[in-house]
């Protein structure tokens, strides 16, 4: 591909904004950049000048092509811009439905908006939905994985997160998932309870992993997770562990809690998509609950090729489609 | 008993401060006083006073008195204050040790500390622990109502609150006891979390009975609660349910989490502990729950009066012992 195939691909959430630049074949990623400009912070923003930019969707476009620009990257001859993430959501440019699943991973047909700006194409892609979940964005990088990890077994995929998600495939189509509040439960307890006087931030290494599998064990062994996270206040009071100790109790309970029920009889191998400390405790938890299945660990350093790659398949879908022109918006 | 057996009761505890004025026989409450100045706030207070008063137990001391006095109560010839709760913790006049269990309720055997100050004798009521547990309280609540309601048998108390305790009585004697962090978990779900946007607070009533009972269904199912809350974002963004249906999902879920596991082989009937309508909203969920055992509602009207009288109780039994004086603080 030359420049008319290359692609800025873009991942905005709820707290960051990444932009790649894409050049096919082989999804080189010739720059990337990172701005703590989450669609959270830009809603407040934008509220603060509503009077001047009354349209917020106008105002995002504007704000990313001001972003795109900043990068000082040459984008002139790149016209596709293609978006996942919380943008399509009620606090980015515009609501799009979830399209439901069971999704076909190698024929990904998922809701896709086209938007033209200012000489480029914007193609917003919307997320997933079951009767009672939600997800957008991690359908894409599941997607991007989707050639080198998944096959016809039965795979689950785990990404961690403030709201994690285990995503169940089976033959290459994802037949369900489950969102887990891990991450902002975690933070909640740590933060906003009694329990927060006894716990201190460390990073994980060797000599928490007794703490770690000892907050697993609890619930293993069928406590209640609001009942067990009160013994990180005794282990406090009668000093039977440090705070920092406690902190990785506590990642122990939550993981233990996430990853317990596990459905095993749709899953032969489980991928967990996390960075290197991330994948190291869950593969942890998972031996220590006798999942018994195969742990393939991805990196963070495949997110981004995987996201853009996952772009790129919906955006090929969309544009194979019948339907794609009642797609575009202009 | 004249004035001299009479006494004021006091429950200080981490948001309210109680006083009581008791005349026994029968325990008669003569009057009964309530401030929102718990001991968080009045060691906030204190902190910004401590030049004047670097001595934090007879500041507290001091406070206390101001707060009898500031009732109009007659209480000269009232010579004895008794206290339970949280004044005995870190946070209060002096931290006691915890009592350990088995605790006979008949013959209560709790650490007291006898303080004299300004011709009052103010006795401080420690609490009870186990290897993985503790209580401050709550068992001189349990004490209170001993004669009344527990008998030979296996008994089960539950006390709903911040804190909640699960207190297992066997013969007459707490034999175990949990605390489930039910209503701080509650809150911190509810304000500070992302489903903080797709709740709404309304009392309790029959119109909510379907959504309370389907958060327990969840877990009673044995779906994760930390998956099983998600559903509550799910459950706005579809439009399945009112805010208001899902602030009493989310209770249904957290007592389903407190209750599923309670230990039956240990219990032949179910005090709960409570206002009417927690009373109300616990015995629903115990029955969907399956317990099959009997459930008796204390209500609130026998708190003041049950408190009180298990503080008298553990008083009474720590002037029967020899250790008396060792007791002694002057």
């Given amino acids: 591909m030359e420049a008319e195939n290359s692609f800025i691909s873009v991942d905005w959430g709820t707290s960051n904004l990444r932009i790649r630049f894409i050049s096919d074949p082989n999804f080189q990623i010739q720059g990337e ?14 509220k603060e000048s509503k009077e001047i930019f009354p349209n917020k969707k106008n105002y995002l476009l504007e704000k990313l092509i001001e972003f795109i620009d900043k990068t000082l990257f040459e984008h002139s001859n790149i016209k596709n811009i293609i978006i996942s ?18 999704l076909d991973l190698f024929n990904p047909n998922i809701i896709l908006k086209k938007i ?19 997800m957008r964005g991690e359908e894409t990088q599941v997607i991007g994985i989707a050639e080198e990890f998944i096959n016809q077994e039965k795979v689950l995929i785990i ?91 506590l990642s122990g309970l939550l993981l233990g809690e996430e990853l317990l029920k596990i459905d095993l009889s749709k899953t032969k191998k489980i991928i967990v998509y996390a960075n290197p400390q991330l994948g190291k405790i869950y593969t942890m938890a998972l031996k220590y609950l006798e999942t018994n299945k ?34 575009y918006e202009v």
Same sequence: chains 1, 2.
Wanted: overall charge positive; glycine content about 6%; charged content about 25%.
């Fill in 85 to 102: 993430g919380m943008a399509s959501s009620s606090i980015g440019f515009q609501e799009l439905d979830y399209s439901p699943i069971p």
């Fill in 294 to 327: 195969e742990i393939i660990c991805v990196t963070e350093k495949k997110l981004a090729k995987s996201q853009a790659l996952g772009q790129f398949k919906i955006y090929q879908q969309s544009i194979s489609e019948k339907s794609q022109l009642s797609n």
């Fill in 33 to 46: 950049f990172f701005y703590n400009h989450g669609l959270k912070k830009m809603n407040e923003i934008w």
């Fill in 116 to 134: 033209k700006w200012k000489g480029k194409t914007i193609s917003l892609i919307s997320g997933i939905k079951k009767n009672d979940d939600v």
């Fill in 159 to 249: 990404i961690p997160g403030t709201h994690s998600k285990h995503i169940y495939c089976k033959d290459g189509i994802i037949t369900d998932f489950k969102t887990f509040m891990t991450g902002e439960i975690f933070n909640s307890f740590a933060e906003n309870t009694i329990l927060s006087q006894s716990i201190e931030y460390d990073n994980f290494n060797d000599e928490y992993e007794t703490s770690f599998i000892s907050g697993v064990e609890q619930i293993k062994n069928g406590r209640s997770l609001i009942n067990a996270a009160f013994k990180i206040r005794t282990n406090d009071l009668f000093k039977i562990n440090s705070k920092k100790d406690n902190y990785h109790f």
